[in-house]
């Protein structure tokens, strides 16, 4: 029975950077009655379509087990758009081969859903892609890699319900692109375009270095831009990616 696992935020996002910011997402998520671990990463990323992939990352007991990957799209325009001919696909597969896919289904005028069944051979990957419209003036695809290993997770795995792609991508979440105006070392927290977000947990720098929620909070300066995408959380917002100068920085 699979096992999933990832580091808290973005540890199994991968992100492209365009002029709005920060906008492929995925989800890593797992249900506890499997000894599966859940972390959430950022779903909403307004400007640009967004892909959600449940699981981001999956511990297998052993070759040949299938793992189900949830595939979701959210869409900043309703559909059917100008630039009809968007797609699902899976590309660069290693150690994967992939024995079953639906018709990707519009759930609504703003999201379609596809699932793949995938046979995971060794430890690998496999890169699930969303291409836009030919022509789409909002970008060109978004691409979440998910990855497999035989084995169990180091470290303690935290016993969570997952939600579900919908719970996901329901979940409040803004990128907000602006000038610091406020830092509150008290609160733990920046004020940007009058939007008061948290800094929590530990964060991994673009070099792969680790920082606490104080390095991070030490590089956010009043007067400095900075993007960050942060989602809703027990009333308040929370940071998940925030870039500075360029460089990124993902929760987790």
Aim: with cysteine; glycine share 8%.
């Amino acid at each position: 029975m699979p096992s999933l696992h990832g580091t808290p935020v973005c540890g199994e996002l991968r992100q492209r950077e365009n002029r709005h910011g920060l906008h492929t997402a995925s989800v890593t998520s797992i249900r506890a009655s499997q000894r599966r671990l859940l972390h959430r990463f950022p779903d909403i990323s307004p400007g640009d379509d967004v892909l959600c992939v449940i699981p981001a990352k999956a511990y297998v007991e052993k070759p040949g087990t299938l793992v189900t990957l949830n595939v979701t799209v959210r869409f900043k325009h309703a559909q059917p758009c100008p630039y009809s001919d968007w797609k699902i696909t899976t590309e660069n597969p290693v150690n994967v081969e992939v024995v079953n896919e639906t018709k990707t289904e519009l759930k609504d005028a703003y999201t379609a859903f596809k699932q793949y069944t995938v046979k995971v051979l060794g430890n690998g990957s496999i890169d699930v892609v969303f291409h836009y419209g030919t022509g789409c003036p909002y970008g060109t695809e978004e691409r979440v890699t998910v990855k497999f290993y035989i084995g169990t997770p180091t470290g303690t795995v935290l016993n969570q319900s997952a939600p579900s792609p919908e719970e996901v991508l329901n979940t409040t979440s803004v990128n907000v692109t602006g000038v610091i105006k406020t830092v509150d070392t008290a609160l733990r927290a920046v004020v940007v375009e009058n939007y008061t977000i948290e800094i929590r947990g530990r964060w991994t720098g673009p070099n792969g270095e680790s920082l606490a929620w104080r390095d991070m909070l030490a590089l956010l300066k009043p007067g400095k831009s900075v993007t960050i995408l942060a989602s809703e959380e027990d009333g308040s917002l929370k940071a998940d990616v925030i870039v500075i100068d360029g460089k990124t920085y993902r929760k987790g």
